[in-house]
C-alpha cells in the first residue's frame, strides 16, 4: 500500500487553510499521497462539546495573531475574514459532493473555497458570492448548488463528520498517518516525522 | 537593557514544565535573560472564559499525546499525573513568596515542584506530600507554608495574575518578548525569533 496521510478540515477554519499551502509540499517531501478530508467542523465541535478559539475574546484576539505569524513563515498569503465565522455547511457539502462525483474537480474547487475566505476575504455566507466565486473558479454554480442538496451528498457529508468524532477529532486541521492522530497545522514537522518513520 | 523574555507559568500546567525544560537552553542560544513569571492559571480562566482542554473528553486524551510527543523531542521525562488536576494556589504563593523574600531560593524551588508533579507524578494536592518534596528540596516546609498565607503574598499571587490577564494571557505557558504575547510550549522558536530580531 502506498504512504499516506489524511488530511481533515473545514473551510472555515483558517488553520485548515494555513495546513492546505503547505500539504503538497509534505507529500512532495515525504513521498506519501495527501488524502483530503472535508468535514463539518461545526458538527464536530458539536459531538465533542469543543469550541472555535474565537469563543474566548482573549484566544481568539491571539490565535490571528499566531496564524499570521505561521503564513509569514510559510510565505502565503492570510487575510482576516470579517464574515468570520462562516456557515460552511453547504460548501463542506460540495466539496464530498465533488470526492464522490467528480473527484477531478475536487482540488479546484478546494483551492478556490479557502482562497475566497482566507485570501479575498469574501463573505461565502451569502450565496451570490459563493456564485460568483465558483463561476470564476470553472464551476457551474446551479449545477454545485444542486449537487449539495443530493441525499447522497448530505449524508455523506454526516457520515464522514461522524467518522472523524469516532476517530478523535475534536478540531481542524487534523491529520492522520494510519492510527496516529496530529491537531493542527503547527503540527506538520511531527506527521512528517511520522511519514519519515515508516518508509 | 538587557535583552530579556518573561516566561508566564503554573505548576499544574504540562505544558509549562516542557517549557520550563527548555527555557534555560533559549536564554543561553539568545543571549536574553529569562524572567519567571509565576500566576495562577485558574485565576486567569476565571476572569477570561477559557478552560483547560482537559474539560474536552477528546481534546483533553490528544493533548497528553502530543505532550508525549514534545517530551520524546525534547528528551526530557514526562509523566501523566494521576492526581491531575492539582489545586494549584498554595504552590503559586509559595513561588511568589519565595520571587519577593528569597529570590535565591526560587529557581530550586520551581524545579522541585515541577518534579515532583510532572516527573515523579506525586500527589501535591496532599500537603504532606508537599512538606515531604519540600523538605527533600532543601527547604523548611514549615517556614514555606506560612510564606504562602502571608497576605502580601496571597496579594501578589492576585496582583500578578491580573497583570496577566490585563495583558492578553489565557493559558500557559505564555510568553513575552517586549509586548509580543507567544502562547503555548510549542512556540519557543518562535520567541527565539523575536529575540533574535532584536539584538
Same mark, same amino acid.
Given at each position: 500500500m502506498a504512504k499516506a496521510f489524511e488530511f481533515?478540515?473545514?473551510? @472555515?477554519?483558517?488553520?485548515?487553510?494555513?495546513?492546505?499551502?503547505?500539504?503538497?509540499?509534505?507529500?512532495?517531501?515525504? @513521498?506519501a499521497q495527501a488524502q483530503y478530508r472535508p468535514m463539518l467542523l461545526g458538527g464536530v465541535f458539536q459531538a465533542t462539546g469543543n469550541h472555535s478559539p474565537a469563543t474566548i475574546a482573549a484566544k481568539g484576539a491571539y490565535t490571528f495573531i499566531d496564524f499570521d505569524r505561521f503564513?509569514?513563515?510559510y510565505h502565503v498569503p492570510l487575510n482576516?475574514?470579517?464574515h468570520f465565522?462562516?456557515?460552511?455547511?453547504?460548501?463542506?457539502?460540495?466539496?464530498? @459532493?465533488?470526492?464522490?462525483?467528480e473527484p477531478d474537480r475536487f482540488m479546484p474547487y478546494?483551492?478556490? =473555497?479557502?482562497?475566497?475566505?482566507?485570501?479575498d476575504a469574501l463573505n461565502l455566507n451569502d450565496p451570490a458570492v459563493v456564485g460568483a466565486v465558483l463561476q470564476a473558479a470553472g464551476?457551474?454554480?446551479?449545477?454545485?448548488?444542486?449537487?449539495?442538496?443530493?441525499?447522497?451528498v448530505k449524508d455523506r457529508l454526516k457520515?464522514?463528520?461522524?467518522e472523524a468524532v469516532e476517530r478523535g477529532v475534536f478540531g481542524a486541521p487534523t491529520f492522520f498517518v494510519g492510527s496516529q492522530m496530529f491537531w493542527g497545522q503547527d503540527r506538520?514537522?511531527? =506527521?512528517?516525522?511520522?511519514?519519515?518513520a515508516h518508509p
Open positions: 481533515w478540515f473545514d473551510f @472555515g477554519s483558517p488553520a485548515s487553510y494555513l495546513a492546505h499551502t503547505q500539504v503538497a509540499a509534505l507529500a512532495q517531501a515525504t @513521498g503564513a509569514a513563515r482576516r475574514n470579517p465565522p462562516i456557515n460552511t455547511l453547504t460548501l463542506m457539502r460540495g466539496a464530498v @459532493g465533488l470526492q464522490l462525483r478546494v483551492d478556490a =473555497v479557502f482562497r475566497a475566505i482566507w485570501v464551476f457551474d454554480p446551479a449545477a454545485l448548488l444542486a449537487l449539495t442538496q443530493d441525499a447522497q457520515a464522514v463528520t461522524q506538520i514537522d511531527f =506527521v512528517k516525522q511520522a511519514l519519515e
